[in-house]
Every structure is written in structure tokens, then in C-alpha cells.
């Protein structure tokens, strides 16, 4: 069997620390030769420069740059379309045998599309999850998984929606939450952490995160409004670090909150990007310590910080229905709301049942893939229902 020229596609920080295990255990593989192409915010300066992460993990990588404009709407439909012809002229030069894609990206769905066009099995990452809390999520995320020929799932819950849209079950392995996989072999030091972000032990730390939800956009600048207003009322007692959100329409408005709050704020601390090893840290301090939360709307929220025993104060409708597990708390968008649940409801950290938790499957899944290539049917996908 000839090697398997298999390609990556990352456009985002979160998305990349999907992959990234992935990457490793599948450069490892002596039947692999792997890719990963890199495009979107990861060579953003607004954004942080994720290509740096890339860069010091030392994965060689392919570039598609492209200049990042998707504050609205109609913007990001433009963005699309130009990023789509540069991935065909990418997929035009190179021997491609195989798609590796994660989760629920607009420019990931690009990426599907052109590869879907010439036949390019694709192995899709966390299909069937729900997230229908006014982002793009969930019907990009569903019709990926629809052009897709081997599925990934992240828990079980999505494993049998997956089987629920009429995939084979052959074509499915349910194999957890990939970062668990580094994270586990992370060393962690509480002091270390408390010297670089220079943290006062003597405060609990909120790690702060919100993004854009792609709905009425009045409403989401209420949302916004009225949680900047709670930060306001808790800096007063917590230590707050703040990372900036992603590039979903919308994103402009949140950054300029963040901005004019640091002014006000010289102790706020600020972070355009974390990367993966200083945000796990950061979850991990507030775990050690059992002083303060993770909160925000985004999905590290609720699949990352239950590794951590690490509670997490899950603000609005972005991650609406997703599997959360009980470390999570939701609260509406509403400055009393959200310091009520926080005097109420978050003082605890137990260890709860981690639905995400990590398949014996995981580390066999390069030869899994393997066996389902050899399969002659892989290409020529049946309904089940």
C-alpha cells in the first residue's frame, strides 16, 4: 500500500487545537505523509498571530492568506468565495488521497466543498454536535458531515445523530474530545503560573471569553452590553484575563468593548491569543486554587474546563443544547443574572462524569482510517434511512 497523502485545514486558533492531536499521531503513522494548510485569522495580527503556535510546534504547514475581513455578514459571504477559489487552486497542484476537517467553520465548509467537488474522501471531526444558539454552527457542522465519508465523533450523544442522518455505522468511531489527548501530558506548575501572568493568589481569576452570535445584531450588542456591565461589577473583587473573540460577524463591536474596558481598567489583563498550553494553564490555576471560574460562550468553556475541575458560568444562546457537563452553568445575558448565578451557584469544584472523555480508540485511529480506505465502497455513500 502506497503512502496516504493526507491534508489538515485549520482557519482558526480553536480549530487547530482540535487537530493538532490528530496531526501528531498521524505524522507518527509510516503510512502517512501529512499536510496542513493554514489559512483565516491565524495570520492576523488583531487576532494574535495563531501562526506562531503553528510555527513553535514546528508542523510544516501550506499557506493560503488571505486579508481577514468578516465583521458582517456580507463580508464573510465575500471572504468565502475568495477563499474557496484559492483552495482549488491548492487542491489543483498537490496529490491529495484524503481530507482531514473539524467541527463547524464557514471556511472549513469551504474547504469541504471543494474537496467533495473532486472526490476527495473526507474524514470529518466532531459531527453531530448541537449548537443552536444564533451562530452558523450547526447546519454548516450537519452539511459538512453530509459530504463527509468517515465521521469522528467527539461523545456519544453525537455518534447516534450521526447515525440518526442516515450515515453508516461503519463509516462512525466515536472517540472523544481530541485535546484531552495533550492535555493529559501537559505538566502543569501553579507558581509558574501565577509568576508569568502575574497573578494575585489572593484573588479568584475569572478567564474571560465571548464571541460574536451570529443573529439580530441589536440584540447581541445588548448581549454584549449587559455582560461588559457585569465585568465591571466583578473586577472590583475577581482578577479578570480576557481573550479576544473570533472572527464571526460581529466580532468588531466586542473589541472595542475590551478596549475601552482596559482603559478603564489598567489591572485587566489582555490576551489577543493564549495558545493552547498558557489557556489550559490558566484553567488549571483556577482548579488548583479552587478560586474562580471560566466564563463566556465559548465550547472550551464547556468541553475543556471539566478536565481541569474547573467551573465554567456559560453566558446566552451561542452554545444553546450542546452536551454540557454539570461543571457548567447557564445564565441569560443580564448583568443581575449573571452576579446572582455567581454568588449562588458557583463555589463549587467536584469532579464530575466527563462525557467527552477519551476512547481507548483514540490512539488506533490512523489504522482505523486505514481499514475503512481499503474498503471499496468508501467513496459511494448510502442513506440508512
Not at 216 to 237: G, H, Y
Not at 327 to 339: H, S, T, W
Request: net charge positive; with cysteine.
Amino acid at each position: 500500500m502506497k503512502k496516504i497523502n493526507l491534508v489538515f485545514f485549520s482557519a482558526n486558533r480553536a480549530e487547530y487545537g482540535l487537530i493538532h492531536p490528530f496531526i501528531e499521531i498521524f505524522s507518527n503513522h509510516p503510512k502517512f505523509n501529512v499536510r496542513l494548510v493554514v489559512a483565516g485569522s491565524h495570520f492576523s495580527k488583531k487576532f494574535g498571530l495563531s501562526i506562531k503556535e503553528i510555527k513553535k510546534d514546528k508542523i510544516k504547514y501550506n499557506k493560503i492568506n488571505l486579508p481577514l475581513n468578516t465583521n458582517t455578514l456580507s463580508d464573510t459571504s465575500d471572504y468565502f468565495n475568495k477563499l474557496q477559489k484559492k483552495i482549488n487552486l491548492f487542491l489543483k497542484k498537490k496529490k491529495v488521497d484524503l481530507v482531514f476537517l473539524s467541527s463547524d467553520r464557514f471556511e472549513t465548509f469551504a474547504f469541504a466543498i471543494s474537496t467533495y467537488l473532486r472526490k476527495i474522501p473526507i474524514i470529518h471531526y466532531e459531527g453531530g454536535d448541537i449548537t443552536e444558539g444564533g451562530a452558523l454552527d450547526d447546519n454548516i457542522r450537519h452539511a459538512i458531515t453530509k459530504i463527509s465519508n468517515i465521521h469522528l465523533t467527539s461523545n456519544s450523544d453525537s455518534l447516534e445523530r450521526i447515525l440518526k442522518m442516515g450515515e453508516e455505522k461503519w463509516r462512525c468511531i466515536n472517540i472523544g474530545y481530541s485535546p484531552f489527548y495533550s492535555m493529559q501530558r501537559m505538566k502543569f506548575d501553579k507558581e509558574k503560573v501565577q509568576k508569568k501572568f502575574l497573578l494575585n493568589n489572593n484573588k479568584p481569576l475569572i478567564l474571560f471569553t465571548y464571541h460574536p452570535i451570529v443573529n439580530d445584531e441589536n440584540d447581541q450588542r445588548k448581549d454584549v452590553d449587559e455582560v461588559f456591565k457585569a465585568l465591571a461589577f466583578l473586577i472590583k473583587k475577581y482578577e479578570i484575563l480576557i481573550t479576544y473573540p473570533n472572527f464571526d460577524p460581529g466580532y468588531q463591536y466586542i473589541i472595542n468593548k475590551i478596549v475601552k474596558f482596559k482603559k478603564k481598567n489598567k489591572n485587566l489583563k489582555v490576551f489577543k491569543h493564549l495558545g493552547r498550553l498558557n489557556y489550559h494553564s490558566l484553567l488549571y490555576y483556577i482548579g488548583k486554587n479552587k478560586k474562580g471560574f471560566c466564563m463566556g460562550n465559548s465550547s472550551s468553556g464547556i468541553k475543556e474546563t471539566i478536565f481541569f475541575n474547573c467551573p465554567t458560568l456559560n453566558i446566552g444562546n451561542r452554545q444553546k443544547s450542546r452536551l454540557k457537563p454539570k461543571n457548567v452553568f447557564d445564565v441569560k445575558a443580564k448583568k443581575k443574572e449573571i452576579i446572582l448565578k455567581i454568588n449562588r451557584e458557583l463555589k463549587y469544584y467536584k469532579k464530575y462524569k466527563n462525557p467527552y472523555k477519551l476512547t481507548s480508540k483514540f490512539e488506533k485511529i490512523p489504522n482505523e482510517i486505514i481499514k475503512k480506505i481499503l474498503r471499496n465502497n468508501l467513496k459511494l455513500k448510502k442513506c440508512t434511512i
